[in-house]
């Protein structure tokens, strides 16, 4: 029951941070989110035809084609068809749930970080520092309407947490999900993969050079310190007669015994 109570604590934060989508019927007008909602309903016409991973969007620049899908990252795209194959979800409606997705992963990865490292109160406190950060909660997300970058804001909090725990525990799972993450990083937004990647590697050499080292003296230093003195057991001649041992019970039976 804790552990529902976290995540319904950590709910609660992460609605108030999606509110703004969640009361208004459409998305931010005069930002690129009018160029995603476009993408996403030419990538889910052509999947629907059969291409699964379209290298040519033919409808586009007035019918002469584009291969926007050729060379820009398409994983926040694909998570919108997941919305839009549902029968009463619209282009514009599944465009806002990535959205409304990106910034729930987001707080959920910062979340369980930070509550590995410091504790569930902690895990709180910078699930909604990072979700409430200008930058995270309207720049991107209202202000530009970028979908990818803005999904990527949430996928990078996730990965971060499955490296932590590859690092803490080298399991098959978290391993698989640490790839997975990274992964999804590269496929999310382009230039953002390159600013995740190098923050990644930054905090993974602190991690194995600089944090192992610190560990490494501070268990040389608990094998050197100097052990509790053992208290020393006293004379088995002064013990009480039943806590004797057996072989001066038998020394003292008389004359012509022998010591056992």
Request: charged share 15%; aromatic share 16%.
């Amino acid at each position: 029951m804790r552990r529902y109570g976290d995540y319904l604590i950590l709910t609660a934060i992460s609605i108030l941070a999606v509110w703004p989508f969640l009361v208004n019927p459409s998305l931010p007008q005069g930002t690129d989110a009018e160029l995603h909602i476009y993408r996403l309903a030419e990538l889910s016409r052509l999947v629907r035809a059969g291409e699964f991973y379209p290298r040519w969007s033919p409808n586009f620049y007035f019918g002469y084609g584009y291969p926007i899908f050729n060379y820009y990252a398409p994983l926040s795209y694909y998570v919108g068809l997941l919305f839009d194959f549902l029968p009463v979800v619209q282009p514009v409606g599944a465009t806002k749930a990535v959205f409304v997705l990106g910034l729930f992963l987001g707080g959920l990865g910062t979340f369980g970080f930070v509550r590995d490292l410091w504790g569930r109160e902690a895990g709180w406190v910078a699930a909604a520092v990072y979700l409430y950060a200008p930058y995270v909660q309207y720049i991107d997300p209202h202000a530009r309407g970028v979908l990818a970058e803005t999904f990527s804001l949430g996928v990078w909090p996730m990965a971060l947490w499955a490296f932590g725990r590859l690092r803490r525990q080298p399991t098959r799972w978290n391993w698989v999900a640490a790839v997975a993450g990274m992964a999804a990083i590269i496929l999310t937004h382009n230039l953002m993969a390159m600013v995740w990647a190098g923050v990644l590697a930054g905090w993974l050499l602190w991690e194995f050079v600089f944090n192992a080292k610190e560990q490494r003296r501070e268990r040389r230093r608990r094998n050197l310190s100097p052990a509790p003195p053992r208290p020393r057991a006293p004379p088995p001649h002064r013990l009480p007669p039943r806590h004797r041992p057996r072989r001066l019970l038998l020394a003292s039976c008389g004359a012509g015994t022998q010591r056992h």
